[in-house]
């Protein structure tokens, strides 16, 4: 995978990994999928670090390739197993070690510090493999009665601890059968599908939509969020994912047509209809609670038409951050047609793509200098436009003309095309690198224009307090309004609990700066302790009143999700 | 306002209204403006009822010129006046017939024919009229304290006695004061309003952005109901409304990014970045409550840029509905940029329009004959797309080659342009024809392209089953998924009840038909006892419990607001 090195090589970590190792669960993405740094790459961290290349002789963490094995017994009465066995099927509900622990954690580095270090804690009981939406509804109904905690695992991409089993009790792994078309609708171009279902699969299916469902033609989602090949239709409604294409696809509460839920209440389904004035909106009701109100089994889902051959990829540098969210803040206001992916870079994230995608290796760098660009000031614009051929063009063309507008210097479609090389595997790089003690991880947030520039400033300056610290930001996801802020950051850490107290530093300094404290990653059980601060206590108590109704013993999701079920002192504590 | 006539012409009251009189309530719009029917227009009636003119050669109705009358006492004590007066000041409560009446009700044909009877029921015991929000949040304290049933009157075009002081209490009338802009945002293209603020006022503000805040350009927010002219902001959002551009510009769903309400439960603000993460969505909840949960205050819009030069007018003929609707879903799949008003009308509908505006005087109706359409099945679309200038222009390019593509006979602007001409006044014939017993009205639902056809057909044969039933149809508010079927239907009748019951039987009909029966007029009192069957029992026992949440002692709005406390006994009887 790697290019081949000119001088020094570390022993990137490029083995087998044994099926049920730790790494075999903490690992991001394809089992067999693996990517290392280039030399130029590596390089640049080191720099950055102000490091030589020491720590990259000899592996700094623990690989994690033995077998996952701990000593938690299981706590679920053996008539209990027998009635969940009875729903799914005797081979369906699994109680062994390697099971459990591979539906307890997500992917946020304190959940892969945690697995490296053969921490394990908050497994489940039981992990139950539901078939169809009859059985899951059988599974809350059974777990209701008796007041047992229940989890849901869908891609297990989670970066909030939202998967993770901290009563104990039942998950629900919904990866192995609960992945299904339910029907698809070419005339009202929508499809409805079990929750379970992957992106890459719902996409493959919707792609190949002539064959699979004898279509007319081809459809997308539009939805690609970075964890794309392990996240889930389900994951992404319950937590108010969003895709890199959002822009013009929107989010997934813009695709959304109608949900089944299976709740300690009864079942809930809503219609399909496009648009409602019949009372408050119920699947934006049900939509967001990650899984605190009951467990999402059928979705239905509005598409689109597949039209690759429309893409228009475009790409500027801005000669500084401001210029660029200036230009940024004119495209989305014009009204010419939205761009799907768009994305503008701070400096220091420039600086680092520009190296990764070889930009300083061509004339281009000399164009920097000829136009007083400053490389530690410049910011990269990126993205591709879709919809119809004259849609497309009408979008391209109003991006070109407010960079030019703005003094952006035409890059064309090639530094784009090296991000979309990468969207999907450059993730593979933590585990490569973790090996030897780098970490990285991200956070991100809501913001108005007016307060773009400050938000940034205010939280990269609590970020880069750290000493050694990689912090790459970039704006995605816009509307008129205003964007996501996205933060990347790059440390030496080892530690589990240090990372923690730094990741929370990193989340207070967004809700001081007044942001809202997630775009699309969702609250988890991580964020949970600061949302009530976030949104105010009287509209906190309006998610407390549907948890009440919903869930009133708390076994849906229970043990901080949302921050609903977090004694006051425990918060304290949280929050140190 | 009428051309001269060259036959008979009725004695069409263009009078002048008494200041006090009943009329002054239940008339639609400006106090000064009415509107009378071309000759064509009314000859046209007489045609369809199979009538000769003698219903028009003497007033079949009460002019409602009388003053505002009754005798039902004020039952709120005089301390609690008091108070209220301490909150507003003293000039700001009243108790007089003229005010509790003038809130009373709202614009059905229901309200309109209990008016020019006088029958008067329902009416507050006395009305408020609110300055700030403080005086609003005051107000709430105090009823929530003393359980006083409280309403709110926005801008009384209500279609679903949504404002009717059933139980009594205070009415608030925002339109006297509270009704001014709080801030405006340019940076973020965002405007904060008081939520009694009226459209015309706000559009106008929003349109001379430059004088009155300013601003650097001129905005538009792009919401413009047929009520356009009295209706209010707060109306707008309580109810899920939508304004005939809501193709282009959205649903008030998908403009408020901010609120404000006084509940009983305490003041909820929600912050207004772009889209969150947060749990579920605060406005959404909130939105579409029709004051069942508390008093909206302050709402936080998305504004758009002002540009009427880019508007491109359209309007083609379709041989029949079906090709109608066919044509009509390719424009909505193929993503060039959705049109703004996009109306596509039934046949009867469409010979209605054809005749008002004159279609039939001019060369175009050879050509109808030409190309093979028969006026009995032809459909009429129109519209026009808004945007810069070439997303516009590519989205009618479109409009343009779908409808050629579907055998549509392009009409150009002109028939698009007598439309705009009576987008707003149009609704001032219900008076003028009311006074002779043709009564007017409308109900409307949501439905996906699947059903349109079916929909169509089987709520039309209902009520066409009224004899000498005008029933025109037209689609108007769509999606890729979808739109929404409006009815406006013509009758003789003078009889306040006979009128409601053949309004339930269409209202039943849409239920029947699998429909969502409200896109945009709410549900209001009037169809609340359908809500709870249309969205299903554990549904509705969300709104419940969100009503239990914020007005446990029900004074917000009561009285089957949504259906959420209607007795099941008295249910079974407004259904009969």
Chains 1, 2 share one sequence.
Not at 140 to 162: D, Q
Not at 298 to 327: N, Q
Not at 535 to 560: Q, S, V, W
């Amino acid at each position: 995978m790697s290019k081949p090195y000119k001088g020094f090589e570390p022993n990137w970590f490029q083995g087998k990994i044994p099926l049920n190792s730790y790494r075999s669960v903490f690992k991001w993405g394809a089992p067999e999928q693996i990517k290392a740094p280039k030399e130029k790459m590596l390089h640049d961290v080191m720099n950055r670090f102000g490091i030589d290349d020491s720590i990259f002789r000899e592996y700094q963490q623990d690989l994690g390739l033995d077998e996952v094995k701990f000593d938690i017994p299981v706590q679920l009465a053996p008539e209990h197993i027998a009635a969940l066995k009875a729903i799914v099927g005797d081979a369906f509900v699994r109680t062994d070690d390697y099971a459990r622990f591979s539906v307890a954690y997500g992917k946020t580095m304190y959940d892969i510090l945690r697995a490296r270090n053969k921490i394990v804690e908050n497994v489940p009981d039981a992990v139950v493999y539901p078939d169809t939406r009859e059985q899951v509804e059988a599974i809350v109904a059974y777990v209701s009665e008796h007041k047992i905690p229940l989890y849901v695992y869908g891609g297990g991409s989670s970066v909030t601890r939202g998967v993770e089993c901290v009563k104990g009790g039942v998950s629900l792994d919904m990866r192995l059968r609960f992945n299904k078309v339910v029907s698809f609708h070419e005339t009202d171009q929508m499809i409805t599908v079990e929750a379970g279902i992957s992106g890459p699969k719902l996409e493959e299916l919707l792609n190949d939509a002539v064959s699979a469902f004898g279509a007319k033609r081809a459809y997308t989602l539009g939805h690609f969020p970075q964890s794309f090949e392990h996240s889930s239709v389900g994951g992404w409604v319950v937590t108010h994912g969003s895709g890199q294409n959002s822009t013009y696809y929107g989010c997934i509460q813009d695709m959304v047509l109608g949900q089944s839920y299976a709740t300690p209440k009864g079942v809930i389904n809503t219609d399909s209809h496009p648009k409602k004035a019949t009372g408050p909106d119920l699947d934006q009701i049900m939509m967001g609670a990650e899984g605190a109100f009951g467990v999402l089994t059928h979705v239905t889902l509005k598409i689109c038409r597949h039209m690759p051959e429309t893409v228009k990829r475009f790409s500027y540098m801005f000669k500084d951050w401001e210029t660029g969210i200036a230009a940024a803040r004119e495209i989305m206001q014009s009204e010419a047609g939205n761009p799907s992916v768009f994305r503008l870079s701070d400096p220091e994230e420039t600086s680092v793509m520009i190296n990764m995608y070889g930009v300083m290796d061509t004339p281009l760098k000399h164009l920097f200098k000829a136009r007083g660009m400053e490389i530690d000031k410049m910011c990269l614009f990126l993205g591709f436009t879709n919809g119809e051929k004259g849609f497309s063009k009408n979008a391209a063309r109003n991006v070109a003309r407010v960079s030019k507008r703005y003094g952006g210097l035409n890059m064309t479609g090639y530094v784009c095309k090296g991000w979309e090389h990468g969207r999907f595997s450059d993730p593979y790089l933590r585990d490569t690198l973790q090996d030897f003690g780098v970490l990285m991880d991200t956070m991100e947030c809501s913001v108005n224009w007016s307060e773009m520039a400050r938000v940034h400033a205010e939280v990269r300056k609590v970020v880069k307090a750290r000493p050694n610290t990689v912090c790459m930001t970039h704006m995605s996801h816009v509307y008129p309004q205003g964007g996501n802020l996205y933060w990347i950051f790059i440390i030496l850490e080892n530690d589990a609990e240090a990372f923690r107290r730094f990741h929370a530093s990193i989340l207070d300094a967004i809700q001081k700066s007044g942001a809202s404290m997630s775009h699309h990653h969702g609250i988890g059980k991580m964020f949970g302790p600061w949302l009530e601060a976030q949104l105010g206590k009287n509209e906190f108590d309006i998610l407390r009143a549907l948890k009440n109704h919903f869930d009133p013993d708390n076994i849906m999701n229970p043990g901080g999700t949302l921050g609903l079920d977090i004694p006051e002192t425990e918060k304290r504590d949280l929050l140190k």
